[in-house]
């Protein structure tokens, strides 16, 4: 699958972060980085993934740009065209379907402002928008892993410091991983708590 020019990345150097932002820029920086002799080892992730990315940094900057750019392909516009419309008023998208509820749920959903059908359409969307947080938490923390697993595994806390992550336990995090690299404890913080909390322990931010 062809990279995005400018998907969200960061990247390390050792324990070190080395930069973040869009991946040309990551890749640019990690390039001069390596050209300079870092200490390494030199990695970049991908902030949606967490996972490490190849980076084909052969060449001079223009060669590396160029490749990104390549690889990320020209602007998809080929979305499949509408229908056209037939006469008359437009369909609102509402479709007519048998529920069936107890006696005491009718009774319930008939004292709700607007109405029976009114109350299970916002019923139906707040379960939606709660489920799509959870959706999102959990990403997150898968997100966090892969970061955590390339870079951090064999620092102290780890094993507890990853039941803290999937647990959703931002305090015990803090408390399992005190010992990181600072770099290291924030940016895996940041991917895998990004729901605004307490400020981590010690003065790092998440």
């Known amino acids: 699958m062809a990279e995005s020019f400018s998907r969200s990345c960061t990247a390390f150097d ?6 973040s932002g869009p991946l040309v820029e990551v890749a640019l ?6 050209d300079g002799g870092a ?3 030199v990695l970049a992730f991908d902030d949606t993934t967490g996972r ?3 980076l ?23 979305a ?8 008359g008023r437009p369909k609102l998208g509402v479709v007519a379907r048998e529920v069936t509820l107890l006696p005491r749920h009718w009774e319930w959903l ?13 019923l139906v969307d707040g379960a939606r928008r709660a489920g799509g947080d959870e959706s999102r938490r959990r990403a997150a923390r898968e997100t966090a892993y ?7 595994g064999d620092l102290p806390g780890f094993e507890e410091g990853t039941r803290a992550l999937f647990a959703g336990d931002r305090a015990r995090f803090e408390r399992q991983t005190a010992a990181w690299p600072a770099d290291v404890r924030t940016h895996a913080l940041r991917l895998g708590f990004p729901d605004p909390g307490p400020a981590p322990a010690g003065g790092v931010s998440g």
């Open 29 to 34: 920086a990690v390039k001069r980085a390596l």
């Open 110 to 122: 008939e004292t709700q402002s607007g109405g029976a059908s009114a109350a299970l359409r916002r």
């Open 52 to 54: 490490v990315i190849d």
């Open 56 to 78: 084909d940094l052969r060449g001079s900057t223009g060669d590396v740009v160029g490749r990104l750019s390549a690889e990320s392909g020209p602007a998809r516009t080929g």
């Open 39 to 41: 200490a390494g080892p």
């Open 146 to 152: 892969h970061f955590m697993v390339a870079i951090a």
């Open 14 to 19: 050792g324990t070190r972060l080395l930069a």
């Open 80 to 87: 499949a065209p509408a229908p056209p419309r037939g006469r």
